[in-house]
């Protein structure tokens, strides 16, 4: 979206950080009435600049949960395999985060899980039908190093 000025960019660092924030605290913090910031959330969403709000949930609340990384290869890197490869993973919610690369793996991806066979459970029924992959290579988190600068910044 052409056009994005500095008002539309508080709007958006806003809703990063709370996406339940009522329209009129919103408005208050960036200086608009609540219907001008209504306009420009709309505008934004229209747009495709925001495409969707979502829950986090904390993982790292469950004192078992493990982050696992993924990262895949896949057979071919043409726009039909990336798109295909990019369609399916958008169909599973374990995967929590996806990301295209450079270097030597073609996708980085993130999942929680409680333990290695729940992680095995994704890797047969999800990670090893994805289009495409020709292979995965997977990394268990020891702990989360930033984790606890996250909840002390939350406070």
Do not use: W
């Not at 609540?34 to 904390?58: F, K, M």
């Not at 490869?85 to 450079?102: K, W």
């Not at 996708?107 to 995965?136: D, K, Q, W």
């Amino acid at each position: 979206m052409a056009g994005i000025d500095a008002i539309d960019r508080n709007i958006l660092r806003l809703l990063r950080l709370n996406a339940r924030m009522s329209n009129a605290s919103l408005a208050s913090e960036v200086g608009l009435s609540p219907s001008a910031c209504l306009r420009r959330i709309r505008l934004l969403e229209h747009a495709g600049v925001i495409r969707g709000y979502t829950a986090l949930v904390d993982h790292s609340a469950r004192e078992t949960a493990m982050a696992v990384i993924i990262n895949i290869t896949l057979e071919r890197q043409t726009e039909d395999y990336l798109n295909r490869f990019e369609a399916a993973v958008r169909r599973h919610p374990e995967i929590q985060e996806c990301y295209l690369m450079t270097g030597g793996s073609d996708y980085l991806l993130r999942v929680e899980v409680e333990n290695a066979a729940e992680f095995e459970r994704i890797h047969t029924e999800i990670l090893s039908t994805l289009p495409g992959v020709l292979r995965i290579h997977s990394s268990f988190s020891i702990r989360n190093v930033l984790a606890t600068r996250r909840r002390a910044a939350a406070k």
